[in-house]
């Protein structure tokens, strides 16, 4: 079955570091993957997705970016930080172009 | 864009209660997904659903694609049933995407 790994559980960041965080899958290839983040009180908001490598497709005009440099990683990226930016980031991955989602256990981000 | 509105936001019931959670949607959708997210963070895909009814247990998922709808329900509740539970509405092929509601917080008590 697929896995979503997803590093580290918890992050506190001052205001204008940079951010990377990484999520990798285990047990399928050529997964759709994507970035969600959930502030609090609100919803899960679609962030990234990549349909394959080097394929990034941006939903939200934002402070961060994402890489995808192989078929199983999949990397979020800040180079200066916001408050705005705190957040639940959520990795998630769909084996063989499927519909269904399976989630990583997410990063706490904090940023101060 | 599709807006997904979940009913009711919050939810307390007691232990062996039936539970029921609403979802409504505005635009045509590929499928329905119910998702538990527990008080750590994780989310849990329980359900994907385009058409009728999906049981898992003690879970029920039903849609009504013409009505722009769908029900969670649980049965015989528990308090390890106490989560988050989020509807999101998909479209897409390869580009398949979601939209997700804000959830619902359901507490069942002892």
């Known amino acids: 079955s697929q896995t979503i790994h997803q590093w580290p559980a918890t992050l506190v960041q001052p205001v204008g570091s940079p951010l990377s965080l990484e999520c990798t899958v285990e047990g399928t290839s050529n997964p759709n993957l994507y970035w969600y983040r959930q502030a609090a009180g609100r919803g899960l908001q679609l962030l990234f997705y990549s349909v394959g490598i080097g394929q990034i497709s941006s939903e939200v005009p934002q402070n961060l970016s994402a890489s995808r440099p192989q078929d199983r990683q999949f990397i979020l990226s800040s180079k200066k930080l916001l408050l705005s930016d705190s957040g639940f980031y959520l990795c998630?991955?769909?084996?063989?172009?499927?519909?269904?989602?399976?989630f990583g256990p997410g990063t706490r981000l904090t940023v101060t | 864009k599709n807006e997904v509105e979940q009913s009711p936001q919050n939810l307390t019931a007691q232990e062996g209660e039936f539970i029921t959670i609403n979802c409504s949607y505005s635009v045509g959708i590929s499928a329905l997904h119910w998702l538990q997210q527990h008080p750590g963070g994780g989310i849990v895909s329980l359900f994907m659903?385009?058409?009728g009814k999906k049981k898992h247990g003690r879970l029920i998922a039903t849609i009504n694609i013409q009505e722009k709808h769908s029900s969670l329900h649980i049965t015989a509740s528990h308090p390890r049933d106490s989560a988050v539970y989020i509807c999101a509405v998909g479209n897409g092929g390869s580009n398949y995407k979601l939209t997700f509601g804000k959830g619902t917080l359901l507490t069942v008590n002892p």
């Open positions: 659903l385009s058409s």
């Open positions: 998630a991955g769909a084996r063989d172009r499927g519909r269904e989602q399976y």
